[in-house]
């Protein structure tokens, strides 16, 4: 089965650089995602890590250890409309898993002036 | 990137009556379309993979005589919540791959937030 673990909240300043880390225990692996959902919305794209090692985009920048079943997503200069919920999710690989994402609780990240 | 559009927003009804919600990809061909479900402060929970041409995979746990998926194009599913009944409440999502995209990300509907009363 899969098994994610996030932190649940984070809080952080305006400003500031903040790390969410996500790890995973999975029966397949076919990439790992982060999303950023404002409450009442959908959520949103922000990285997808299939690889090991450090993707940069912008502000948001997401790290892969496959041997480790880690990932973090690291955010910098923080800005107040970060603060949202960021889920991990995992994509399966084999079997009833294959090409479904699942979802981690989420993170709820405050970010405070 | 890609659009998904998700219809209606929100919705009302009253609890024994039926309510259909649409997911349509806008500027891509989407073979597989994906629905969920999120409780207030919850993740997202698979409900069902819909495929088009053929019968949705449900998720165990899912009624899928209670949640009807239809996919009858590469560019629209339909989910209907059959008999709805306020613990139906909740906020669906939709989301699509492209067809023969690389397998990377999913677009996400802007969801369907329903009250059953």
């Known amino acids: 089965g899969q098994n994610i673990d996030q932190p649940t909240e984070m809080t952080a300043t305006e400003g500031a650089i903040v790390q969410i880390n996500c790890t995973y225990q999975?029966?397949?692996?076919?990439?790992l995602f982060w999303y950023q959902q404002h409450a009442g919305e959908a959520p949103t794209f922000l990285s997808y890590?299939?690889?090991?090692g450090l993707e940069e985009k912008g502000r948001f920048s997401s790290f892969l250890s496959r041997s480790k079943g880690y990932s973090y997503l690291l955010l910098k200069e923080l800005q107040m409309k970060d603060s949202a919920s960021y889920l991990c999710a995992v994509k399966g690989f084999t079997g009833t898993n294959a090409g479904k994402s699942t979802f981690g609780d989420g993170t709820t990240l405050t970010v405070k002036p | 990137g890609a659009v998904v559009s998700q219809h209606p927003s929100w919705v009302i009804c009253k609890s024994g009556t039926s309510v259909k919600i649409e997911c349509r990809s806008l500027?891509?061909?989407?073979?597989?379309m994906f629905w969920y479900r999120q409780f207030p402060k919850q993740s997202l929970m698979l409900m069902a993979t819909s495929n088009e041409g053929s019968k949705a995979t449900y998720e165990q746990g899912v009624e899928k005589d209670k949640f009807l998926i239809n996919h009858a194009s590469l560019t629209l599913s339909t989910l209907t919540v059959t008999s709805a009944h306020p613990e139906d409440s909740s906020f669906y999502i939709c989301?699509?791959?492209?067809?023969?995209?690389?397998?990377?990300?999913?677009?996400f509907g802007q969801g369907t937030r329903l009250t059953v009363v």
């Open positions: 500027d891509f061909q989407a073979t597989t």
């Open positions: 999975t029966s397949g692996f076919n990439g």
């Open positions: 890590n299939v690889l090991d």
């Open positions: 989301s699509a791959r492209e067809e023969g995209g690389l397998d990377t990300e999913a677009f």
